[in-house]
Structures are given as C-alpha cells and as structure tokens.
C-alpha cells in the first residue's frame, strides 16, 4: 500500500533502476518573488528524491535561480535598485522557500556565479561554434520579453502571446544562432522512440506536432548594448549570450562539466528534469539539441507540470489572487502545504488552490483522517502500556 502510495502517478524511464540518480527542478526566473507554482515543482522533485533515497539510491538533487536577462533588468529599474542588489535579494527568496519547504536539494544553482556557473556555459558556446551550429546573422522577428525568446506569428493568438497576454516586439537585429533545425529529424525520432522521454504523453505530441511544423533556428544572441546584463559571448563582448542558452548549461555546471568534474562523470545524464508546461520547448528542443551537438548524453525523461489558477483564474497582481507559498507555510506548516500540492493538484495537468480548498483537503485529510488515526493508536498504546512509562511529545497530541 505504501509503495502504491509513493510512486508518481505517471511512468518515468528507468525509474526503478538502483543507482545513482540526478534529478532537478528548473531554475526560477527571479524578476518577481516565488509563486505557488514552483513551490509545487520544488515539492514534486523533493518527494522523488527522497524516495529514491528511502530505497538506497545515490541522489543528486538540483535547483537554483536564472538571473539573466531583459526582464531582470526591467524588473530591478521598476523598483530603483542596482540589478546586482536585485537579483541578490529575490534569488535569497527563493533560497529560503527551499529551506522552509523542507526541500532536501544537495545545491542551489546561480547564474550569476561566475566561478561555478560561467565556464560551462562558456565550454558549452565553444563546443557547438567548434561544431559548426554556432553562426551569426541579421534577424527581423518578434520577440516576447516574457518569454525572453522570439517567436512565430502562428504561436499568436489574436496578436498577442497565449502565455503573457501581451503584444511581441518587433526587433531586428545580429545576432549569433543556433542551428536547431540541423537536428530537428533526431529529436523527432528520440521524442517519438521515448530515448527522451517527455510526460505526459500530450506534451511529447504537443512537441512532436511543433517539430512537424517546420523547426527554425534560433536566436543566442543579442547585441551587448542593448541587452549588457548576462555572460559575454566568448572572444566577441560586443555580445552577450542569449538567457536560455546561458539558463540551461545549468544542469551541468553545477555538476562540474567545466573541468570535467567527478560529479559530471557520475550524475550526467540526469534521470528527470520537472518544469512547467511554460518552458516545454527550450526544454524538448533546445537542450537536448545543444546536448546533441555537444556530444553529450541526452536526459532519461523529461516531466511536465500545469499551472496553479486560484479560483479558476490565472493568478495577477491586478485580481489580487496571488498565492504567496510563505503565507501558506506560515499559517499551516511545510508539510501540510507540501501534502496539498501533492495531492490536490494533479502532477501533469491545470490544477486549483484557494485558502477555502486548502483548508477543506487539510481538515477532511490531516485533521480528522490522520489526526484520528494518530489519536486512536495513541490511546490504544497507553492502554496496552499501562505500566510502562510511554512518553508522547505534546506536539504529537497536540
């Protein structure tokens, strides 16, 4: 019953195999504080390391925080603070909900470390010039802040990004590009055959129809004076490297890949990356393309969150519906908002949290289902104990 209740509700490649495993979330964007949304990420990664870890497996679990690019910039002149302080201060944010989430990560991942995150990312950009899949071009497109990428007229919806709600720019530009359409037939066959297996099964369609549609290649680029805040592209500082291209070396520069590190050659390839259905693309496509070109093993699979609506609307400032995961553990506890999120929100699909839902789920689950339980094996203890000392914690009867 225990291992029925553990287990993912999804089947993940490998995942009974005994061994190491290297798992991670993906990393915040820190241009506004932490939502419930990656509260739920980090809890979903926490309950599959730590049960990998219950079996004897040797874990390596990742997360950390993304602190480049134009939204950071724009995000820190909002509220008059030097970008360094900015970054510095939201990304101790989210540092600290892992710590009160009681997430069991083995590190945290800046961007803006330039001793442990910058030289992959550099090793990286050279390994796919040195390939040929690195060039550089001039580029009319439009470009979504929000996402920090450009993107096709046909991902529109009435004009405007079905994500963020707002119209693209129109930039053109040169830039450095990736030559993603050179692998376009390998990830189709790798995401079809499962050697990069994406759940749930409606996302690996979803990337497969994309690919489908014809891949382009994509921008890595921008030019230094108009975007300065990021790494300098190797041996040309009249460019900075592209946010995703810089965002998602983040899987191995903790690990060490720079040097060729002990922990590289022990944890790579990693066995599941969590994200949220958002960042699906740079995910399924990019990654394993530059992972492709790097000659570098491809991850086992590939786990895909929903978003969390708050009364059935998409959470915003301006309704006022924005989950803080602070408030919630300080009113209730880590281990009642992580049971919540767990068990309330399905793992792969859309799901609700309201202070009403929450509370209902915690007093029907926690309160009377486990409270009574605890308290009816409590008392059968002191009776079959009658005379022996039987201490109790006045937190357990409370």
Not at 283 to 310: D, Q, R
């Amino acid at each position: 019953m225990l291992r029925n209740f553990f287990r993912p509700k999804v089947e993940l490649k490998n995942f009974d195999k005994m061994g190491k495993f290297y798992i991670t979330t993906s990393i915040a964007y820190v241009n506004a504080l932490p939502h419930i949304g990656y509260a739920l990420e980090l809890a979903q990664a926490d309950v599959l390391a730590r049960w990998k870890r219950l079996k004897g497996d040797d874990v390596f679990f990742l997360t950390g925080t993304d602190e480049h690019g134009r939204k950071i910039v724009e995000a820190a002149e909002k509220v008059e603070k030097p970008v360094e302080q900015f970054v510095d201060e939201t990304a101790a944010k989210f540092k600290e909900l892992a710590g009160v989430l009681n997430i069991s990560n083995d590190d945290f991942v800046r961007t803006t470390d330039q001793k442990r995150h910058w030289p992959a990312v550099e090793k990286m950009w050279r390994k796919l010039l040195s390939k040929g899949d690195i060039y550089k071009a001039n580029y009319k497109g439009l470009y979504c802040v929000g996402h920090e990428a450009f993107m096709k007229p046909s991902e529109l919806k009435d004009g405007k990004c079905p994500i963020h709600f707002k119209e693209p720019e129109t930039i053109e530009e040169e830039n450095y590009f990736f030559r993603l359409s050179r692998y376009a037939n390998e990830l189709e066959s790798i995401i079809r055959t499962e050697e990069f297996k994406i759940v749930p099964a409606g996302r690996k369609n979803e990337i497969l129809s994309f690919i489908a549609e014809g891949v382009e290649d994509v921008s890595f680029s921008r030019p230094s004076k108009d975007l300065s805040w990021g790494i300098p592209v190797p041996d040309d500082p009249t460019h900075t490297i592209y946010v995703w291209s810089d965002a998602l070396v983040n899987y191995i520069s903790l690990l060490g890949y720079a040097e060729d590190g002990e922990n590289f050659k022990k944890y790579w390839p990693a066995d599941v990356h969590i994200i949220g259905k958002d960042i699906l693309r740079f995910h399924a496509l990019i990654w394993p393309a530059m992972l492709l070109s790097a000659g570098l093993p491809l991850p086992k699979n590939l786990f895909v969150h929903g978003f969390i609506t708050s009364g059935g609307q998409k959470m915003s400032k301006t309704l006022g519906n924005v989950i803080d995961p602070f408030e919630v553990i300080k009113k209730y506890g880590a281990d009642a908002a992580r049971y919540y999120l767990l068990r309330e929100i399905p793992p792969t699909e859309d799901g609700d949290f309201t202070f009403e839902k929450f509370e209902e789920r915690y007093n029907a689950d926690l309160a009377n289902g486990l409270g009574n339980l605890v308290a009816r094996v409590l008392t059968l203890a002191e009776k079959r104990t009658a005379k022996k000392e039987l201490k109790i914690s006045a937190d357990v009867r409370e």
